[in-house]
């Protein structure tokens, strides 16, 4: 069986890229049955659209693979804590499970006291999260000089 660390691993090569085009970076990917079924980096400044995050792309990806609007036999690989619009979707879509990298106390969406995901959402944390947290660090370290 593949493991969480394959997948964020995968993830991680999708955030590289966002940064190599000047995007925050953040890679996302949703699995069902250990396939890759939507995978999706930040596009918001090549499309020029707040909603183009990683997440809310991947996600659409995989509605269409699928054929339907829900998720819940699939998992959400992400580099990056969603932030409350992108847990917003992961709600409507009711993903299964979400598997998070790095957390992000300044906009991601667990800094809300009340419940964002689905009540049946499953949710991992910290998984390759010092990768992910470095690649940011690096991206905005970048960004100031």
């Not at 699928?66 to 993903?95: H, N, R």
């Not at 906009?107 to 690649?135: D, F, I, M, N, Q």
Request: charged share 20%; net charge negative.
């Amino acid at each position: 069986m593949l493991t969480d660390e394959y997948f964020m691993e995968i993830a991680l090569s999708l955030a590289e890229e966002a940064a190599a085009e000047g995007e925050i970076p953040v890679g996302a990917l949703v699995v069902c049955r250990n396939r890759i079924i939507g995978k999706a980096r930040n596009q918001t400044e090549q499309l020029n659209d707040v909603t183009a995050h990683a997440e809310m792309l991947a996600i659409t990806a995989a509605t269409q693979h699928l054929g339907g609007k829900y998720l819940t036999d699939c998992t959400l690989y992400v580099t990056l804590e969603p932030c409350v619009m992108c847990a917003g979707a992961l709600f409507w879509s009711q993903i299964s499970r979400l598997v998070i990298g790095a957390d992000d106390p300044k906009r991601g969406y667990s800094r809300l006291s009340a419940p964002v995901l689905h009540p049946k959402t499953r949710v991992e944390t910290g998984v390759l999260a010092e990768e992910s947290r470095a690649l940011l660090t690096k991206f905005f370290r970048q960004l100031r000089t």
